[in-house]
């Protein structure tokens, strides 16, 4: 295509030799360049300025050649919201509520807890008129809705904003997750103390409190006293230990106090040596049937915070726990591995939580990552690589081998063991059914779901069928191209014609004062002002608002 400069130079030669009233319509045509050839795609890097045929790099790009439906909506399928057949549902981080996100899986996993908090008296929920939303009170409404969601829901994940906000943890910022876990279940187990069964008034000292005694003894008199203490979860240094054997055992071993650290003892009225220890008293012995251990984070006396240690720790899938429990040989202590929370990250005050549960009914393992779900192959827990993000990190220590029936991990935040018990046929014990009050609540928020999945289909087949249709237009246009002999054309601003390429942008009606044609006469001084322009066929293509050249 001849340059800028000599097209022009070729539409106004005509003038040297043309008188004004022999002026006729070919002049016209060539001093506005109707009749130039359109440049095809892939001649011209760039719209040739000089010919107002040439539609060449102003965005037709994604309009010519294949359709591409994804090009023309920026709404995802709404079925990659629907949960999948046979699979869990995942929660929405909300910022920061990771570490939340991770118990609420652990806690809906343990069935006994589910079903307990299924018995629980809702008169709420029971009288709720369907023609509104359900707004949840107290920690157990919230922790039933959500239990609920999670067993039945249609969606792929759900929001746990309702429980999230009545913690008072929605302020952004990560909370300690081994503060959280022990206070919310403090707290719930003083709502459930106000149920009427005794069997739900119960249910958290049985799957999650345990008691043991704090022995002194005076190693001159031989005064003993005992100290009961409840927990919730075993906080063990890791420290300097390999598996989790070596862990517990640190922490029931006897402790010498002499010294500056000798106690007062009552009989010698005097301080003295004392001996102290965990568990000697079988009277004050009791482990939950949910055992959990805790942790990798330390408290640095020097920097006074805590701080998260790196240290590989093994640890099996099945513990015995009757060694360290004397004088309990009709409790069952054997103990199987139900639940690892991991926590990446270099700081013991942020990273990312992730837990690894197993499932109670199939013995599957699963891996929850906020809203993302994925199932171990093999009935196998699978921790991966699951490494820190930081490279400094990632250098310290190398991983051990582990044996059979082992497993290891530096990033491992709590360790989750449950009694074992006998297989069993009875379906009860590991069915859970959601009561018919719930199921309610659930259905109508499932509606609401298949409601916005209905909506948000349309609107993205409305955007594809006016995508095609679009895409339909930009091919005729350049089918157009350029007008015929006798046909009536229009001039268009390349400006406008750019914005209505890109579809991005909403056009506006034409504006061609720029243009003058008054009874066949063209005002040629204003001709050398014109901002580029394409020269199109009359045909109803575009909105066009002003008829030049008829």
């Known amino acids: 295509m001849a340059p800028r400069l000599q097209l022009e130079k070729a539409a106004w030669r005509w003038v040297e030799t043309v008188k004004p009233e022999e002026i006729g319509p070919e002049h016209i045509d060539l001093a506005y360049r109707v009749n130039l050839p359109a440049c095809k795609r892939g001649t011209c890097r760039r719209n040739c300025k000089g010919n107002p045929n040439c539609l060449v790099g102003i965005g037709e790009q994604a309009w010519l050649g294949e359709i591409d439906e994804n090009a023309f909506h920026n709404i995802d399928d709404p079925n990659s919201e629907r949960r999948d057949k046979n699979t869990f549902v995942g929660l929405t981080n909300l910022g920061a509520t990771c570490y939340v996100n991770t118990f609420l899986q652990v806690w809906f996993h343990n069935l006994e807890l589910r079903r307990s908090l299924y018995q629980c008296h809702n008169s709420r929920a029971q009288e709720h008129n369907i023609e509104s939303d359900y707004e949840p009170q107290s920690i157990c409404e919230h922790l039933q809705y ?11 994940y759900i929001d746990p904003s309702g429980l999230v906000k009545a913690l008072g943890l929605d302020t952004g910022q990560q909370q300690d997750a081994q503060e959280f876990s022990k206070l919310f279940l403090s707290l719930l187990e003083d709502t459930l103390s106000k149920q009427k069964s005794t069997n739900l008034q119960n249910v958290i000292q049985r799957q999650f409190c345990g008691q043991f005694s704090y022995v002194t003894v005076c190693n001159e008199c031989g005064r003993s006293s005992a100290l009961p203490s409840r927990f919730y979860e075993l906080e063990l240094n890791i420290q300097g230990h390999k598996n989790l054997t070596e862990c517990v055992t640190e922490f ?26 965990l568990f000697d008293d079988p009277k004050y012995q009791n482990v939950p049937n949910n055992n959990s251990f805790t942790n990798s984070v330390v408290f640095s006396r020097q920097t006074g915070h805590k701080k998260k240690l790196n240290t590989f720790i093994s640890f099996p899938e099945q513990l015995d726990m009757g060694p360290f429990l004397e004088g309990k040989q009709d409790q069952k202590c054997v103990y199987e591995l139900s639940a690892v929370l991991i926590h990446r990250g270099i700081s013991a005050y942020s990273g990312h939580y992730i837990a690894h549960v197993k499932d109670a009914r199939t013995g599957d393992w699963y891996k929850f990552n906020d809203e993302e779900i994925e199932k171990m192959e093999g009935k196998k827990l699978q921790l991966g ?5 930081a490279e400094t990190v990632k250098s310290q220590t ?6 059979k029936g082992y497993h290891c991990s530096r990033n491992a935040y709590m360790l989750v063991y449950k009694v074992q018990e006998e297989e069993s046929s009875d379906p009860s014990r ?18 609401k779901f298949e409601e916005w999945c209905s909506e948000m289909a349309d609107m993205r087949k409305q955007s594809v069928d006016k995508g095609k249709a679009k895409h339909e237009e930009v091919k005729e246009l350049y089918e157009l191209l350029p007008a015929k002999d006798g046909e009536p054309y229009e001039f268009i601003p390349l400006e406008w014609l750019k914005k209505w390429l890109d579809d991005s942008t909403a056009t506006k ?6 243009f003058l044609y008054i009874r066949g006469v063209v005002l040629f001084q204003p001709l050398l002002q014109f901002p580029p322009v394409a020269v199109l066929p009359l045909p109803d293509l575009l909105p066009l608002s002003i008829l030049i050249g008829v």
Request: charged content about 30%; some cysteine; aromatic content about 6%.
């Open 146 to 156: 959500l239990f609920a969601l999670l067993q039945n829901s249609n969606r792929k």
């Open 252 to 277: 029931l071993k006897e402790e010498k106090l002499d010294g500056e650290n000798r106690y007062f003892c009552e009989s010698c009225q005097t301080k003295q040596n004392i001996t102290s220890v």
């Open 385 to 389: 690589i699951e490494e820190d993000i």
């Open 398 to 403: 190398r991983k051990p081998k582990c044996s």
């Open 430 to 447: 590991t069915n859970v059914e959601v009561p018919a009050f719930l199921q309610r609540l659930v259905d109508q928020d499932n509606h």
């Open 509 to 514: 009606e034409i504006d061609n004062s720029f």
